[in-house]
């Protein structure tokens, strides 16, 4: 039998803001209209953190080719900014009431969601966490960086770059997501386990996004003027940094180091303003998304913790097949 899965998603979903490439694009290719599932088919919506970085649109990518070799229909959606909890929350119920086989989700709020998700497992519909995980244990899988892990290579590669010793600040997307949380603590303890001649003198939080992150880490700079270091925990605090830095002529004075890719900080690292970051690996972040939500609709096991990987890139490797293939521009 076939199944209509009516999405009820606000117009305003769709429009969203790529900031990180400063141009505007629709939230999503859905439309507030039915989608047709097919007998033999599984329906699993996607709820992402939003769609205004091109890490998103390289999840998507990934969650399209599973759903695709899989024989799944999906749909992938995100509130148009990363600080709009309250959206995404609605957005989930909406997929809820739709009554899917399993629901990938990249929870902005480590805890906002579970009473949802509460509800999603006494009505035995398995949910995939994805990029950030919750703080409980319904979810049957998370398919993610292993962040501190990440946070304390950017870490090591910044007291490398810096000589062991100074003033470092972060400006880092959230710390309500578990991600947020994580590239923070791994930068930070990192640091104080190892370098104690590096002092952490600041830590702001821009929302990831671009603009406000650029006032953030402008401030920073005019505070501490000594500054040698800056760490941007995900892809608009990073251009943040590099556009505060560029702003104020301080090119060479200040290591820059990111997280995530995006053209913007390809660029930068390679006219030197920013001396290297990590990369994830979005579309096999996407890809592990939708295959285990597919088996555990399927009612077969899955791995608990999918760790998707990560990779540091410079001047040096940036042109590296290895890295090529997990940059998202």
């Excluded at 244990?137 to 810096?162: C, G, H, R």
């Excluded at 386990?193 to 002092?199: K, L, V």
């Excluded at 609709?297 to 590296?320: M, P, R």
Aim: glycine share 10%; proline share 3%.
């Amino acid at each position: 039998m076939k199944k209509i899965a009516t999405l009820m998603v606000l117009l305003g979903m769709l429009v969203v803001a790529l900031t990180a490439c400063g141009s505007a694009e629709e939230g999503s290719s859905e439309s507030p209209a039915d989608v047709e599932v097919g007998e033999d088919e599984l329906f699993i919506p996607i709820v992402s953190k939003g769609f205004q970085h091109q890490f998103w649109q390289a999840v998507r990518k990934g969650a399209e080719q599973a759903a695709e070799e899989y024989g799944a229909v999906i749909t992938f959606e995100g509130p148009e900014s990363e600080a709009n909890v309250d959206r995404q929350i609605d957005m989930l119920r909406a997929a809820l009431d739709n009554k899917p086989d399993a629901i990938g989700f990249a929870a902005l709020d480590s805890q906002a969601s579970i009473p949802l998700l509460q509800q999603a497992q006494d009505n035995d519909i398995p949910i995939v966490a994805f990029d950030s995980g919750v703080d409980s244990d319904i979810p049957v899988a998370t398919a993610s960086t292993d962040n501190k892990a990440a946070a304390a290579l950017a870490a090591e590669k910044m007291a490398e770059l810096i000589g062991g010793e100074g003033q470092v600040a972060l400006v880092v997307h959230d710390q309500t997501s578990i991600t947020g949380v994580d590239r923070r603590d791994g930068f930070v303890e990192y640091m104080e386990e190892n370098h104690p001649n590096i002092e952490i003198v600041d830590i702001q939080y821009g929302g990831g996004d671009h603009l406000q992150s650029t006032d953030l880490a402008k401030a920073i700079l005019l505070a501490y003027p000594d500054l040698k270091g800056f760490y941007g925990a995900n892809e608009g605090s990073a251009i943040g940094l590099v556009n505060a830095v560029t702003e104020l002529n301080k090119q060479g004075e200040v290591v820059i180091i990111g997280f995530d890719s995006g053209a913007l900080q390809i660029e930068a690292i390679k006219n030197g303003v920013m001396a290297g970051a990590i990369t994830q690996n979005p579309i096999g972040i996407g890809y592990e998304t939708v295959k285990a939500a597919v088996l555990a609709a399927n009612g077969e096991s899955v791995e608990g913790s999918i760790d998707t990987g990560f990779l540091w890139y410079d001047q040096d490797n940036i042109d590296d097949e290895e890295i090529q293939a997990v940059l998202y521009e």
